[in-house]
């Protein structure tokens, strides 16, 4: 498989519970959050996730995206660092990281991507399901896409199984299906990546999730026509 020393822009968005989209601090989500009871570390998840979603896929221009995902990464280190013990913040900021690294691009991104890979690994070793196996949803994503040895850690066949392992987890979501039909894709393995990048697109909405379910579709429906394009060309060459 070709490696890609630019990570995607497409990096990560992952299931998690029902929690709102939107751009608001975590003071402003309790504010306005129904009077129950709340759990502290997923409101700061929820903060995490909405401005993720905000900056992916609102946020125009690379510097301002820049800047944005900077400034999300500082708070995502500090919710890890308050829950030290857990893997949620662990799995967030490696996600944020990662969007990070896709902006830079280049090899300068690849101390974001280690760094992120370090945290998942950690994530996955706390609780392997947490987040509906976005840990190895992650890792997979991230083995496929980063260079392979002497420059970096891309390794397929660690990919396919960490992406097979989030599957087992979480059969029918959005983002396992479109990673490992985007890594079957990236292998020239078309009719297999068609399968799975339809399931992808077929599968339920997440509540609260418009903004990342809405970017996820696009991605995913240029990913599909980027395989006919691929299956056009090779039948017009052997015919």
Known sequence: MKKLLLLSTALIAFSLPALAEGSQTPQQTQATAPQTAQDPMM??????????????????????????????????????????????????????LSTEAGIIKGMSALPKVKQAKTLLEQAEAIDTKALDGSAHTSLGSLYYQVPGWP?????????????????????????????????LLQDDRYDE??????????????????????????????????????MNSKGRQFN
């Not at 992916?56 to 308050?82: N, P």
């Not at 970096?152 to 983002?175: S, V």
């Open 193 to 230: 990546a068609k399968t799975y990048l339809e399931r992808a697109l077929q599968a339920p909405d997440r509540p609260g999730r418009d903004v990342a379910d809405t970017g996820r579709r696009q991605e995913i429906k240029a990913a599909l026509a980027k395989i006919a394009e691929k």
């Open 43 to 96: 409101e700061q998840i929820s903060y995490l996730q909405n401005e993720w979603a905000r900056i992916k896929y609102q946020v125009s221009g690379q510097e301002s995206q820049l800047a944005a995902i900077r400034k999300l990464e500082e708070h995502a280190a500090k919710v890890t660092a308050a829950y030290s013990g857990k893997a949620e913040p662990k799995i967030w900021e490696a996600i944020i």
């Open 151 to 183: 420059v970096g850690f891309g390794d397929d066949d660690e990919a396919e199984k960490h992406l097979k392992q989030a599957l087992q987890i979480n059969p029918t979501g959005i983002d396992p299906n479109f990673f490992y039909g985007d890594f």
